[in-house]
């Protein structure tokens, strides 16, 4: 898989930008607030629908757009899958025709020229993108972890992105509820609607999810033992709200760190589990007016050695760490879709050290395209320089050196 071309429209800096690319490895270069993180963004943003910097997409529009009643941001690729050309195209709308205090805003997803959902459109374009702030998959709050495995399952698993929308629609109702349970009072069947839907949708994101980190610590494993000359080994270990293995009569609890193997687990077993544990919480859930258990609240730690590396961990083994499982899920994407992705790697050399660096070149050496930026030219080596696309990227201006 890559792209072919990429267009752009009022959006970040460029007023417009129309760009062909080749199949390989494309270096941007440049000063700072170029525009250069803002073309990968771009192409990230056709596969996750969501930026990797931004809070909020109102922010991508271009705020130089010419003063008008409707203002359009636009984000247009092309690219090859399977031998076959498609596009998607995103537009982010900003409507102030009627309130211009308070302009609405919309966006719409076309595929191949045609308006979809965008949870139909999820995995047509695959992207990784490795980031220095990225730490924060590591480092960060429960729900950082959750938004990364959110993103990249809803890339490769058919149907998760629609599983997680309804998730979270039915939970929103059910809190709603809840809280007007515990002000009013009333029959607590009526959460029964409400419960089936989360276990549903809830079962199916746990599956994804325990089959997703299964595989990655497969992949990720050897990966980091070739990264720390075989001192460290990788683990992953989901922690969910609700614990669907049963505990065995009588054993009791240690303070150890162990990864427990729920992959034999179906997707019926968890929807019913899921449901008798809504059932059991019922009362609690009221009198807190939320909804305690289910995916929402999953959380993921990754331990070296059995070390907690988001309390405990090093600088330098949270940078491993991280490299090593962006490797994993590249392959990992292969594995799943049959397509290499596109590699999106933003400034992320400065992170490394030679050995590295060196490591993460060779892995570009595997995929279709990869698109890298750099202030700094000398952080590669010459002769990597010399083989590959280098583009000068100036005040929103892109030119082939």
């Known amino acids: 898989m890559y792209l072919t071309r990429l267009s752009l429209t009022n959006y970040r800096i460029f007023s417009r930008l129309e760009l062909d690319f080749p199949r390989r490895v494309i270096l941007f270069t440049g000063n700072n607030a170029q525009g250069k993180t803002s073309i990968l963004e771009a192409v990230g943003y056709l596969a996750n629908f969501a930026s990797f910097s931004a809070s909020n997409d109102r922010l991508l529009i271009n705020f130089a757009a010419p003063a008008e009643p409707i203002i359009v941001a636009r984000i247009l690729g092309e690219f090859e899958r399977a031998g076959r050309q498609h596009t998607i195209e995103v537009r982010l709308i900003q409507d102030g025709s009627s309130n211009p205090a308070s302009p609405r805003f919309t966006k719409q997803v076309l595929l191949d020229g045609v308006k979809r959902n965008i949870s139909e459109v999820f995995g047509r374009f695959n992207a990784v993108t490795f980031l220095p702030q990225m730490s924060r998959v590591i480092e960060g709050a429960p729900s950082d972890r959750r938004l990364y495995l959110d993103e990249i399952l809803s890339q490769a698993e058919s149907g998760y992105h629609r599983h997680l929308s309804a998730y979270g629609k039915a939970l929103s109702q059910r809190n709603a509820l809840l809280k007007t349970l515990a002000e009013t009072g009333g029959d ?120 907690d590396l988001g309390n405990f961990g090093s600088r330098g083994q949270t940078r491993t760490a991280l490299l090593a499982i962006k490797f994993a899920e590249v392959a990992w994407m292969k594995e799943k879709t049959g397509e290499w992705p596109v590699l999106l790697l933003d400034e992320i050399m400065a992170e490394l050290d030679p050995q590295r660096r060196a490591d993460l070149l060779a892995v570009l050496g595997q995929v279709e395209q990869a698109f890298l930026t750099a202030t700094d030219l000398e952080m590669f080596v010459p002769e990597f320089v010399r083989e590959q696309e280098v583009w000068q990227v100036n005040q929103g201006i892109v030119t082939r050196s």
């Not at 497969?218 to 270990?237: A, K, M, S």
């Not at 760190?257 to 968890?270: F, V, Y």
């Open 188 to 307: 607590r069947e009526q959460l029964l609607p409400w419960d089936e839907l989360l276990a549903r949708h809830g079962a199916a994101i746990m599956r994804a999810r325990i089959l997703a980190l299964a595989t990655l610590e497969r992949l990720v494993i050897p990966i980091h033992q070739r990264l720390t000359r075989d001192l460290e080994i990788l683990q992953f270990q989901y922690q969910p709200a609700f614990e669907p293995l049963k505990k065995p009569a009588g054993q009791m609890a240690l303070p150890v760190q162990t990864t427990l193997d729920r992959t034999g687990i179906s997707a019926e077993a968890l929807e019913s589990g899921l449901l008798e544990a809504y059932n059991r919480s019922c009362q609690a859930d009221i009198q807190r007016g939320q909804t305690s258990l289910g995916p929402h609240r999953d959380e993921v730690r990754f331990l070296s050695n059995q070390i």
